[in-house]
Nanobody, 115 residues
Framework: QVQLVESGGGLVQAGGSLRLSCAASGVIFSIGTINWFRQAPGKQRELVAGFTGRGNANYADSVKGRFIVSRDNAKKTLYLQMNSLKPEDTAVYYC?????????WGQGTQVTVSS
């Protein structure tokens, strides 16, 4: 059974930092794509950052230069270091893995940035 468990969210002031983690189990972590998405109230879920199937990192324009995505295949964990946070980064952040026809999501972790 595949499980993705996010952690590390919280309340932070604008300009602050948070580090999110996504721990995977029941899956071969090194294949497929793995990404962070976020969804703010009243908005569509959007891609934030992640890795392609070839292992290349990709970022949304809105977070380039502020967020850093990384992974530890041995620990089956995806990370998102978020720096210089802005109120518009407030959202529920989700971890997603796709390989073949399989598509898995975590339960999400809330990030709230106060101005």
């Amino acid at each position: 059974q595949v499980q993705l468990v996010e952690s590390g969210g919280g309340l932070v002031q604008a300009g602050g930092s948070l580090r999110l983690s996504c721990a995977a189990s029941g899956v071969i972590f090194s294949i497929g794509t793995i990404n962070w998405f976020r969804q703010a109230p009243g908005k569509q879920r959007e891609l934030v950052a992640g890795f392609t199937g070839r292992g290349n990192a990709n970022y949304a324009d809105s977070v380039k230069g502020r967020f850093i995505v990384s992974r530890d295949n041995a620990k089956k964990t995806l990370y998102l270091q978020m720096n210089s946070l802005k109120p518009e980064d407030t959202a529920v952040y989700y971890c997603n893995m796709k390989f073949g026809a399989s598509d898995y999501w975590g339960q999400g972790t809330q990030v709230t940035v106060s101005s």
